[in-house]
């Protein structure tokens, strides 16, 4: 009777336990604090995947200054890295600025990160800041300290006075280079270069995508490096997207009337599972090959 009593509260225990959770791979990638000892390669999307054998970009440079060094996030493929530089080396000839300050790029090994962003995990995005740098010669501390600045209205409807002829061109450089997939800006950025863009030179636009909170700075998403056989391109291309054109359309309007301004009529989203979120990735979500990334010396 005795021991049916105690069998019996041995399995209630083991029902009560639960089973450990797998480790949250933000939290795995953001333990390491230097790369793979791999060659370089970007492994899965943007959004999710790792990155072997990522690169340091340099903490200052001629035209550059990497910020928020704290965060250990000025990581990068060599394609992207290279792109850095040369954008920031053209940077330096606009007046006013004398380079770029350079934001998130990734985490030492890529993959998901501990906050902040969705993607940024395979190496091939940059945040450029809208803050036209006046001297580059910030210390960690002052780089720590000093923010970019907003170049729309608090309404998200417009550009303000902190929008110049300057971030235009900044941009049309930045979306001409063959190495970009996309760039990621305020909808009232693009609107106010659609409007601006002389009709013979529009091709560049197609690239500049439209989306919420990067009104502080520009997110550049370079393609998948040729040979780069684990690394995923995103669909729909921007052709797709904008119907061959450049994208100064409704749907780039929808950006500041619907889409701050929902109709009633709008339709509900459709009920089911919510969709899994980079915060919530483990391991068996990334590719099998981030496995090897995050155990590599």
Known sequence: MISRFFATALSLTLIATPVASEPL??????????????????????????????????????????????????????????????????????????????GDISQPRGGPMTGGHASHQIGLDADIWMLPPKRLDLSRSER?????????????????????????????????????????????????????APRGDRAWLQKIRP??????????????PPGARYCETQKPTVAHLSKGGDGCDDTLMWWVTDYLNPPKTAPKPPKGPPKKSAKTYVMSDLPSQCRAVLSSR
């Open 144 to 196: 720590e300290k000093i923010s970019s600045i907003s170049v729309r209205t608090a309404d998200q409807r417009s550009i303000n006075g902190n929008w110049t002829p300057q971030h235009m061109a900044l941009l049309r450089r930045a979306a001409s280079d063959p190495r970009v997939d996309r760039i990621f800006v305020a909808a009232a950025a693009k609107i106010a270069m659609c409007n601006s």
């Open 25 to 102: 791979a933000r939290v795995l990638f953001g333990s390491k604090s230097a790369p793979s000892a791999q060659a370089p390669s970007a492994i899965g999307f943007y959004s999710r995947g790792c990155a072997a054998g990522l690169q340091a970009m340099p903490e200052t440079g001629p035209t550059w200054q990497a910020m928020r060094l704290s965060r250990n996030r000025n990581w990068g493929q060599p394609e992207m890295l290279t792109y850095l530089q040369d954008l920031s080396a053209y940077a330096a000839t606009l007046p006013g600025w004398k380079g770029l300050y350079i």
């Open 211 to 224: 989306i919420y909170g990067h009104n502080t700075h520009f997110h550049v998403r370079l393609k998948c």
